[in-house]
């Protein structure tokens, strides 16, 4: 495995790992995650390649709406690259990517609905926008 030092995790060396087979392939999204060596998996840091401060703060607030989430944060490292640090250290032994999976479905699903009510809207206004030039 490839050793790599993440900003975050100035404590150590890291490995980098590719996730393997989550939902983010949905999305579209290029990641790795980046574990400090002899941590236990409840405390991760994810580099998310070509994302900005829209994806990072909403997957936060998804993320820390789990109870077994004791700390999620993010940080770009610089304004000129386009990557995200993104951390999440859980309570006990549940490992930090069950967190962030669940923070990536829910945030599809939430995106989701928003784009059917505005759907709905958009046919509604349209039906009634017809029904005044008749």
Do not use: W
């Not at 995200?84 to 669940?102: D, W």
Request: net charge neutral; charged share 30%; with cysteine.
């Amino acid at each position: 495995m490839e050793k790599v030092r993440s900003p975050l995790l100035s404590f150590g060396e890291q490995k980098r790992y590719r996730v393997n087979q989550l939902d983010e392939k949905k999305l579209g999204l290029t990641f790795y995650k980046v574990q400090a060596d002899g941590t236990d998996g409840n405390c991760v840091t994810f580099v998310l390649h070509d994302e900005d401060h829209t994806l990072g703060n909403s997957l936060r607030y998804m993320v820390m709406k789990n109870p077994d989430v004791e700390f999620c944060g993010y940080c770009i490292t610089h304004p000129s690259e386009s990557k995200i640090n993104f951390r999440i250290q859980t309570r006990g032994a549940l490992p930090a990517v069950e967190p962030f999976r669940k923070g990536l479905n829910d945030l599809m699903g939430v995106c989701q609905h928003v784009l059917n009510t505005f759907e709905r809207s958009m046919k509604e206004y349209r039906a009634q926008r017809e029904e005044e030039m008749q």
